[in-house]
């Protein structure tokens, strides 16, 4: 999972004591988890096709692909900028609005680090990437992204920990 990868990059940066790390995974991995479980049930509520099938069936464009693979479930919402939303939620109010990281997630693959001044720009890149790979649509990862948003909050708000 990118997240966890982003989790454990940040936390290996910072170096924080025992009882902050703890929390903070706590924290994080609920609200993925979280999120997660209210994006399938969407996606099976809703059932929006992906891009692949509008393009190629309704504009006409036969042997149009995607960058990556289109996946074998429904568009809406998208579940990395709903995952997205969340971890950059639950990260901004355990670390800040204005923190800046560089990710290494896929220097093994030769990519460039990618750098951001919040977590925020992140979530917003996520759901970018959908996009330009032409596998979801503008609207499906802005709503994603919101959508973790909230869960993140109402999971903040609601669970109280021994050292909130």
């Given at each position: 999972?990118?997240?966890?990868?982003?989790?454990?990059?940040?936390?290996?940066?910072?170096?924080?004591?025992?009882?902050?790390?703890a929390l903070a995974?706590?924290?994080?991995?609920?609200?993925?988890?979280?999120?997660?479980?209210?994006?399938?049930?969407?996606?099976?509520?809703?059932?929006?096709?992906?891009?692949?099938?509008?393009?190629?069936?309704?504009?006409?464009?036969?042997?149009?692909?995607?960058?990556?693979?289109?996946?074998?479930?429904?568009?809406?919402?998208?579940?990395?900028?709903?995952?997205?939303?969340?971890?950059?939620?639950?990260?901004?109010?355990?670390?800040?609005?204005?923190?800046?990281?560089?990710?290494?997630?896929?220097?093994?693959?030769?990519?460039?680090?990618?750098?951001?001044?919040?977590?925020?720009?992140?979530a917003v890149d996520?759901?970018?990437?959908?996009?330009?790979?032409?596998?979801?649509?503008?609207?499906?990862?802005?709503?994603?992204?919101?959508?973790?948003?909230?869960?993140?909050?109402?999971?903040?708000?609601?669970?109280?920990?021994?050292?909130?």
């Amino acid at each position: 999972n990118n997240y966890v990868s982003t989790f454990s990059q940040i936390m290996h940066i910072e170096n924080p004591q025992l009882d902050f790390y703890a929390l903070a995974h706590a924290k994080t991995g609920i609200v993925l988890y979280e999120a997660i479980i209210n994006c399938w049930k969407i996606k099976y509520d809703v059932l929006q096709d992906r891009p692949i099938r509008y393009i190629r069936n309704v504009l006409g464009h036969a042997t149009w692909s995607p960058l990556f693979g289109t996946p074998a479930h429904p568009e809406f919402p998208s579940a990395h900028s709903q995952n997205g939303g969340a971890f950059a939620a639950v990260m901004t109010a355990l670390l800040g609005d204005d923190y800046q990281f560089t990710l290494h997630t896929y220097d093994y693959l030769g990519m460039a680090p990618r750098t951001y001044s919040s977590f925020d720009e992140m979530a917003v890149d996520i759901g970018l990437s959908r996009v330009y790979a032409g596998i979801h649509y503008t609207y499906s990862c802005a709503e994603g992204k919101k959508q973790g948003e909230k869960i993140a909050a109402n999971v903040l708000n609601i669970l109280k920990f021994k050292k909130d």
